[in-house]
C-alpha cells in the first residue's frame, strides 16, 4: 500500500528534512510554506473573535513553517521516519501519513 507522508518543520530545517528524504530514496515531493503554531505554545491561548483581530494574533504569534508531502511506500515511509528522526533529533517536527487508497496521474 502507498501512503502520502507530511512531514511539518519550521522553515530553518527544510534543507535537513529534504536531505532526509533524499537519504530514504524519495522520488519526488510538494513544499507548501505556512505559519503555525504548536501545540504547546497554543495550549491555554484564547484568541479575540474579531476576525482582523483574530488574523493579527496568529500573524504575529505563528512560526514560519513548510510542509512537504510525498507518496511512498509503507516501507520507504519506515526509511522516511528512520532518517527525519536522524537529521532533525534535536528540532521539532511533525511526521503524518495517510494510507493512499487510489492513485490517478493524467499525463498529456
Known amino acids: 500500500m502507498k501512503v502520502l507522508v507530511y512531514v511539518f518543520v519550521e522553515i530553518e530545517n527544510v534543507g535537513k528534512a529534504i536531505n ?3 537519504e530514504a530514496e524519495i522520488t519526488g515531493f510538494f513544499l507548501y510554506e505556512y505559519k503555525g503554531m504548536s501545540p ?3 495550549k491555554g491561548f484564547l484568541i479575540d473573535e474579531a476576525p482582523e483581530a483574530a488574523v493579527n494574533a496568529i500573524k504575529n504569534l ?3 513553517a513548510v510542509v512537504i508531502g510525498t507518496v511512498v511506500s509503507e516501507e520507504k515511509f519506515l526509511k522516511i521516519k528512520k ?3 536522524e537529521k532533525l533529533s534535536n528540532e521539532k517536527y511533525t511526521i503524518i501519513a495517510v494510507p493512499v487508497v ?3 496521474v493524467n499525463v498529456v
Open 40 to 42: 504547546q505554545d497554543w
Open 83 to 85: 532518517y527525519i528522526n
Open 62 to 64: 505563528a512560526k514560519n
Open 102 to 104: 487510489d492513485i490517478k
Open 20 to 22: 532526509a528524504l533524499s
